[in-house]
């Protein structure tokens, strides 16, 4: 009931509250007509008038000026690609697997099975140390994967953009499960030497969905510091956080995540406008963390035998549809147009006032959006926002087409699958993008972006020297023999 009312106010105060305020000024304009006319044709008053008319039109500009939203510009962007000496296949995978000899038969079979459902393809990436047999898992070892995978993001997102380092005013790192001490921030601030007076944070236990709340923190940022540029880095690091151990529930990570980073330049300069690629116009967050099965789907723990993994829950999927619905009830009213918006409402209203048993209306955001970036989190949660939204294969294209080549890399899919879209050249002046994440806790994350320019497919992505030979076909199931 009260995301009934919530959505019947936003209704009133979008629609009928300025309807009701220009029938109000036209009634009172038909009133005084008459005694203001009969006014101007005083010299003095029409003399005074003037001056006062003046002096509150530039003192509404100024206050206009001071108190108008800062705009957020996203001026590029970079992702991480590892050597290929990183590669990993399926079929070294589960030998790993075998040869560690702490899984058991069934469990090496589980986790095979896993692996060839799971859409994810031949050439992703693992980190060296654990790669190794045995694995080296260190906390250097660690820290140097964070390394390779953040220095090697932001020293490209840097050539692309010439800017210099000592220029970022604000810093915003964003990795789950790896919060050392000093922090990665701090290690981003130590190589580049950044000044004194960066404004720095860094974001830990988030889950898939922090990039988006380190986009969310910088632009509030960038809304009380004027004239500043933030660098946003997200990644996840894998050296100490596999699972060894014999939890089912805690296995399926081993399958699907993958070495992978982003960095991100943001400005609210607006002399930056001509050459940003986007515009920031919506950041909606959505956190279901007060209810129990939402908080525990996806937990960090020891199991019986003590080794540290993440489980997942059984109701994982029913989770993320709540979360999904709770978000697009705050951003569908934003950008979505009237017509879809009406046929909400009315569903909506003979659900929740009328208590007819129909179905509720699912919002066609195809009109809303031309390009949609689905965190590439599995298979299994893409089939269903596939489902769920309506969307299409060309849609959904960029989301397992990232998942396929690269994995999941938690945080920073999102922007392999922007790259994606913009290395195929689909990325026109006025596109709208939307970008949705789940993370643990749990939380549904969306971020809407409109592009300032056509985007030309001739930048150093980590997609263009491959770029023609996707998209491919994934099979439901792809064998592997071992």
């Known amino acids: 009931m009260p995301k009934f009312v919530k959505l019947g106010y936003h209704y009133f105060m979008s629609y009928l509250m300025p309807l009701s305020l220009v029938l109000l000024i036209g009634h009172l304009w038909t009133l005084f ?8 044709s005083r010299p003095l008053t029409k003399f005074h008038t003037i001056v006062f008319c003046s002096a509150l039109s530039a003192c509404a500009a100024i206050i206009y000026l001071m108190v108008r939203p800062r705009p957020v510009y996203l001026i590029n962007f970079s992702c991480y690609k590892p050597d290929d000496s990183c590669k990993f296949s399926h079929e070294a995978f589960v030998q790993r697997s075998i040869v560690l000899g702490t899984f058991t038969k069934e469990n090496v079979a589980f986790q095979k099975k896993i692996l060839e459902r799971s859409g994810v393809g031949q050439s992703t990436y693992f980190p060296e140390a654990v790669a190794r047999l045995p694995p080296d898992l260190r906390i250097v070892e660690a820290r140097k994967e964070a390394e390779m995978v953040i220095f090697g993001a932001v020293e490209d997102l840097l050539a692309k953009t010439q800017l210099k380092a000592k220029d970022i005013d604000i810093l915003v790192a964003n990795c789950s499960l790896f919060s050392p001490t000093p922090s990665l ?7 580049y030497k950044l000044r ?11 889950g898939c969905s922090a990039g988006l709340i380190s986009m969310d923190l910088a632009k509030h940022l960038l809304k009380v510091h004027p004239n500043s540029y933030a660098l946003v880095v997200s990644t996840e690091n894998l050296t100490l956080n596999g699972y060894y151990g014999n939890n089912r529930s805690m296995l399926v990570t081993n399958c699907l995540f993958r070495v992978g980073g982003a960095a991100i330049l943001l400005s609210n300069r607006r002399s930056d406008c001509s050459r940003a690629k986007y515009k920031l116009t919506h ?9 129990d099965n939402s908080y525990s789907c996806v937990l ?3 199991d019986d035998a003590g080794k540290v993994g993440v489980a997942l829950s059984k109701d994982l999927m029913s989770v993320a549809g709540e979360a999904l619905k709770a978000n697009i009830m705050t951003l569908g009213p934003k950008v979505l147009p009237i017509s879809e918006q009406l046929l909400f409402l009315v569903t909506l209203v003979r659900r929740k006032l009328f208590k007819m048993k129909i179905s509720g209306y699912v919002p066609d955001f195809k009109l809303a959006f031309e390009h949609f970036c689905i965190h590439a989190g599995g298979r299994a949660i893409l089939d269903e926002l596939e489902k ?3 969307l299409t294969g060309w849609h959904m294209e960029p989301s397992r087409m990232t998942l396929y080549r690269f994995g999941n890399t938690s945080s920073s899919s999102l922007w ?3 790259a994606y879209s913009e290395a195929k050249g689909r990325i026109k002046k006025g596109d709208r993008v939307w970008q949705i994440a789940f993370g643990s806790g749990f939380k549904c994350n969306s971020v809407v972006w409109r592009a300032l320019r056509t985007i030309k497919p001739t930048e150093n992505y980590p997609w263009l020297d491959e770029i023609d030979d996707f998209p491919v076909d994934v099979p439901k ?3 592997i023999n071992v």
């Open 388 to 390: 769920s939204l309506g």
């Open 283 to 291: 950041a909606i967050r959505t956190h279901n963390g007060a209810d």
């Open 477 to 479: 199931v792809t064998p």
């Open 196 to 206: 004194e007076d960066v404004i720095s944070y860094n974001l830990s236990g988030m």
């Open 185 to 191: 921030s701090t290690m981003i601030i130590n190589h």
């Open 300 to 302: 960090q723990g020891e």
């Open 33 to 40: 007509r008459g005694d203001s006319q009969e006014m101007w």
């Open 416 to 418: 392999y699958e922007l």
